[in-house]
Nanobody, 121 residues
Framework: QVQLVESGGGLVQSGGSLRLSCAAS????????MGWYRQAAGKQRELVAL???????KYADSVKGRFSISRDDAKNTLYLQMNSLKPEDTAVFYC???????????????WGQGTQVTVSS
């Protein structure tokens, strides 16, 4: 059983910073790509940033230059450093990861439960 647990969300003023973490636990043989998504009220979930196991990153245009994704494979943990936050960044942030739990099958995608980020103006 694999679990992803996010932390670090909260309330911050416009222009402030937050750092989200997502820790994976359970029987994990390898983690491939990992990513952060967000879902604002009344909107569809969207990709914020992703990082491959080789370290290649991709960002949504709306967060380029403000957010930075990173991972610590020794700790099976994903991070999202968010700077210069704006009210429009307010959303529930979810992490996901493609994780292999045995050598006979491919990886499966797992999702965290989400953490609320609220940016006040």
């Amino acid at each position: 059983q694999v679990q992803l647990v996010e932390s670090g969300g909260g309330l911050v003023q416009s222009g402030g910073s937050l750092r989200l973490s997502c820790a994976a636990s359970g029987v994990i043989l390898s983690i491939e790509s990992m990513g952060w998504y967000r879902q604002a009220a009344g909107k569809q979930r969207e990709l914020v940033a992703l990082i491959t196991n080789g370290g290649t990153t991709k960002y949504a245009d709306s967060v380029k230059g403000r957010f930075s994704i990173s991972r610590d494979d020794a700790k099976n943990t994903l991070y999202l450093q968010m700077n210069s936050l704006k009210p429009e960044d307010t959303a529930v942030f979810y992490c996901n990861a493609y994780i292999r739990t045995d050598w006979t099958t491919g990886s499966n995608v797992y999702w965290g439960q989400g953490t609320q980020v609220t940016v006040s103006s």
